[in-house]
């Protein structure tokens, strides 16, 4: 028997407008979470068993790995970073993006920090599931 997660969505404003994304509150039971909460807003409190960023592109990456927190996705992955929750990166970059001097360099300081990523020459949702705990 597999196991069955209960998923939130959080997506960047830019994959928000994502067609494929409309339905996601029917086919998860729980809002599409894209923007930062307004002031008088309450926070979004989750409380995951484990994290998948799929897919994991080169902005979110690179602004992830140095610490910028500009939207509500990026912003919660900085706050899991120092968690002991599991962090699973699905890699969809551009070989000439991959190529860019600062990108190893910001994969290495995720790594380190305990995320697991995929192979960033193709992308697989079965390569990121199967590195959930």
């Known amino acids: ?3 069955r997660w209960q998923i939130t969505v959080l997506a960047t404003p830019t994959a928000a407008s994502w067609p494929f994304l409309g339905d996601v509150a029917e086919r998860t039971g729980r ?8 002031p008088d807003e309450p926070w979004p409190e989750l ?3 484990a994290i998948l960023v799929a897919p994991a592109t080169f902005n979110t990456l690179n602004k992830w790995a140095t610490g910028v927190n500009d ?23 551009k070989p000439e993006l991959a190529a860019h ?21 193709a992308f697989s949702w079965e390569a990121a599931v199967g590195l959930l705990p």
């Open 1 to 3: 028997m597999g196991r």
């Open 31 to 38: 809002p599409l979470l894209h923007r930062m909460p307004l």
């Open 47 to 49: 409380t995951p068993d």
């Open 71 to 93: 939207n509500l996705a990026v912003g919660l992955l900085n706050e899991y970073l120092s968690s002991d929750i599991p962090i699973v990166a699905a890699v969809h970059v």
């Open 101 to 121: 001097p600062a990108f190893a360099g910001n994969l290495a300081v995720l790594r380190s920090a305990g995320v697991r990523l995929t192979d960033s020459r």
